[in-house]
């Protein structure tokens, strides 16, 4: 959502620009919503990161987060599901996650198969 | 360090000189030198003080570099160690086999060549009644669960957006000393602590293409509804049905694959899919040697379980294929699998068998034609579902053990494709509610003639509540488990009911929980309990417990009745336990 919020200011009036600056100043405008959505994804980003690192019961070692406008991608290994339904909660409650996408893997306690 | 001191060093030298020649400067000029002298020394003070800036700048530097060079160690290190994962969980466990009290008795039946129908003889018990040999009740332990460690990680290709990806992986057993675990109640002959008894692969990852890995691992089948499954590891675990065609302790349709290929897809719009692909690599075209490269049958089996020595004929498959379907969308998560395992050898069904149709196929007891004396007109044609020539080549070679054993089936009418299905939902609520529910289907594909001895077909259903609670330090869960009746039974148990055909369903219930310590440490309390039907031999702790306990007695005699090997199959039997154990994870 900032990052619209900036793109909705940076956008010049289309009329009264010649098509060289009207391009130049649409590249400009697009760099600034490009590089805010990048801040923002970074915040979600360090904001995640932060969320399982400081949770008492949730181990992140083997947790890579990754954002993408908005869209948060969890992978590696969890212990059980408890921690990956908790992981999942708190992740869905951060601020700028628009949605979260799970490709975290269960740590086998069964190894034997049988 | 040592570059900081030198540093530090030169430039207390620095300054000192500075402050040197700027209190000698004035008194130089004071006592009249020459201004073009005292420009002279000046160049060359500059010049000296220039060189010094310049060692100052040349050795910031390097200090700079190695700065740099010991945080990207630094990195490294921290990645190297991040690799390593693991479990180490170790309980004790009180349970019982619940089949103290049970007799068999003989058969009385009135049909063709002693066949059905049959009724069982209450005035003719086996072993003059005796009940199920050794200690099948109440009986403390200790067991390793799942106990392994492991290392993975991933290495981008050049400047590529491929990564190279790899895991291995350790099975290690906490409460027994490493050696080899071919025992009657785990299936596997393989060295315990081995790398390898894990998901074990390398790969290839793509963020938008995905990732595909070789190598041994669980397929997608299992990996699809682990989430489904609170009890990893206990007793309760689901695997005691689900994915368990005949009961007992190896779970067929849940098991890790051999030269497996495992695809991986991204998720577009919560949905994504694996698919899955195993060589069979099995030279016999019955499945009833083990694969080329591996030590075990396929199917997770040892050979020589199934009573014919060193022989797969007890599960072995051909390649394997399977898949799953997954969507999630908030706390929803729909899923289905489905796997097929190529012709599956169960010739070793027969051999055993207490089931009267399998007698009858064998004349009244003559062991295809070699116990005599001949009835009047000679031995009657072998029926061709059995296989005599293994039998009778056996039966030269070791004559003392044919005498009290009985004909394989034959592998071209028992071998056949095993395939099973499920779908299941879970709905995670924002208060720490879960609801799970599992509907599974496996098929085995038989002539006809044969499906009176098949087992492998049935249907299950599983079904779990979670709950976190205070904060996410404790957690509760309940689950059932239902096993469907099969549509036949090889007749395995010592008691069999031939008239409980069809009636072989089980109840498994479990409630467990757990205390959280901290982010690694977790103390947990379980209990489980199945209630099998009639012929039903389904246990407690299968495919993920460290010790099961089953509805096999302890009998060492190689022979008990009609020809059954070792330990007893009592169906029936109402195993239950409790366990509690600490579990860390790192």
Known sequence: ?114 | MCGTRVLRSLAVSLVAGMLYFSYSGPTLAQAGAAPADQDARMRVLQQRIDDLNKQVKDLQDQEAKTSKTVATVDKAWSTFIKGFFGTLDVSIDYTTKGMEDMVAYHLACTGPNGGPPCTLDHNNPKNGGAPPYGRVSWMAMMSSNGSNVGYRGSHQIGTSSVDFIYQVSASIDMAAAPGLQNTWTKSSNTVQGALGLGDTFIGLRNKRGGQLKFGEMYSPYKTSTDRLNPFAGMLGNYSVVMGNTGGDNRIEFGTRIDHIIVYDSPTWNGFSFDASYSFGQNPDPYNNITPLGSPDCSGSNNPGSGNLFLNCDDGGFNYSYGGDLKFEYGGLYLVAAYELHSQVARSSDGIGSNNPIYGAMDGVGDLCGTVPPPPPGGYPTPDARLDCGTFLAYQAEFPGAAAVSTPPYNPAYDTADEYAMKAGGQYHFQFGLTVSYLWEEMKRKVPDSMQFQNERQRNGQWAAIEYEFSGGANRIALGWAHAGASVGDPGGQHNFDPNGVGNNTSNMYTAAFWHKFDKQLTWYFNYAVTVNNVNAHYDIGAGSHGIKTDCHDATHTPFIDYSSAGPTTWGGCRPQGYSTGLNFKF
């Open chain 1, 1 to 114: 959502m900032a990052a619209l919020g900036v793109a909705a200011l940076a956008r010049p009036p289309a009329s009264a620009q010649s098509p060289a600056a009207t391009s130049r100043r649409q590249t400009s405008s697009e760099e600034i919503v490009v590089s805010a959505t990048r801040k923002a994804d970074e915040q979600v980003t360090e904001r995640v990161q932060r969320t399982l690192t400081d949770d008492p019961w949730i181990c992140a070692e083997h947790i890579t987060v990754a954002t993408r406008n908005g869209v948060v991608r969890l992978e590696g290994i969890v212990g059980d599901t408890g921690e990956l339904f908790r992981i999942l909660r708190q992740c869905r409650k951060i601020p700028g996650a628009r949605r979260v996408v799970n490709e975290l893997e269960m740590m086998h306690n069964d190894p034997d198969g049988g």
